[in-house]
Nanobody, 122 residues
């Protein structure tokens, strides 16, 4: 059974940092990504990484502040979030897909975690 389980969310003040983790089990994924969804907003792409970890892709609002990485030996995906802003508040979900090219659309990812809440206070 394939499972993705996120952890590391919480409440942090603006300017602070959090590190999200996503433990995958059941299979490995060529591409993994992070998405987020704020209340009453659509799910939006945050970052993606390929199997080797050499290629990454970021949404403009998080470039220079967030870093995506993966540890294939542990089958775990990470998202280091620095300089957090109140507008980063959302439920963050990890996703896994089979594509060999990094994509930003949720439709390209086959497996999803339940999500972890990140709240940034001003």
């Amino acid at each position: 059974q394939v499972q993705l389980v996120e952890s590391g969310g919480g409440l942090v003040q603006a300017g602070g940092s959090l590190r999200l983790s996503c433990a995958a089990s059941g299979r490995a994924f060529n591409t993994m990504g992070w998405f987020r969804q704020a209340p009453e907003k659509e799910r939006e792409f945050v970052a993606a990484i390929n199997l080797s970890g050499r290629n990454t892709l970021y949404a403009d609002p998080v470039k220079g502040r967030f870093t995506i990485s993966r540890d294939n030996a542990k089958n775990t995906l990470y998202l280091q979030m620095n300089s957090l802003k109140p507008e980063d508040t959302a439920v963050y979900s990890c996703a896994g897909g089979n594509l060999l090219v990094l994509r930003t659309s949720p439709a390209n990812y086959n497996y999803w975690g339940q999500g972890t809440q990140v709240t940034v206070s001003s």
